[in-house]
């Protein structure tokens, strides 16, 4: 499995756009033979996943996230993302990037099931005020 580093957190105001990026450390690379997907959990919640992409290029996402944001991955880059429009302040939370190969997971699969994905990063802060 491979370590994950995600980045593009920040503070935005209710309506603002973040886009988040989730890259591989050195020790490998993501490529279309994973499954990946973005989690969210603020203080006090449970983890919840909020958006995921299988190895078909399948994409599932919340019903919070539905309309609002796009997960992709740029196999030139090796990097996964979230652009996040119309945020809101119950988005406030600490994202993170997770990735499974080997399991064979679909998106929908991924979103509900953590524990199958094998590879986790630390998580990116994201901070919407009203």
């Known amino acids: 499995q491979v370590r994950l580093v995600e980045s593009g957190g920040g503070s935005v105001q209710s309506g603002g756009s973040l886009r988040l990026s989730c890259v591989a450390s050195?020790?490998?690379?993501?490529?279309?033979?994973?499954?990946m997907a973005w989690f969210r959990q603020a203080p006090g919640k449970e983890r919840e996943g909020v958006a995921a992409?299988?190895?078909?290029?399948?994409?599932d996402y919340a019903a919070s996230a539905k309309g609002r944001w796009i997960i992709s991955l740029d196999n030139a880059k090796y990097t996964l993302h979230l652009q996040m429009n119309d945020l809101k302040p119950e988005d406030t939370a600490l994202y993170y990037c997770?990735?499974?190969?080997?399991?064979?997971?679909?998106?929908?699969?991924?979103?509900?099931?953590?524990?199958?994905?094998?590879?986790w990063g630390q998580g990116t802060q994201v901070t919407v005020s009203s």
């Open positions: 050195a020790s490998g690379y993501i490529t279309s033979d994973y499954c």
């Open positions: 997770a990735a499974e190969r080997y399991r064979g997971l679909t998106a929908m699969e991924a979103l509900t099931r953590p524990a199958d994905l094998g590879s």
């Open positions: 992409i299988d190895k078909h290029g399948v994409t």
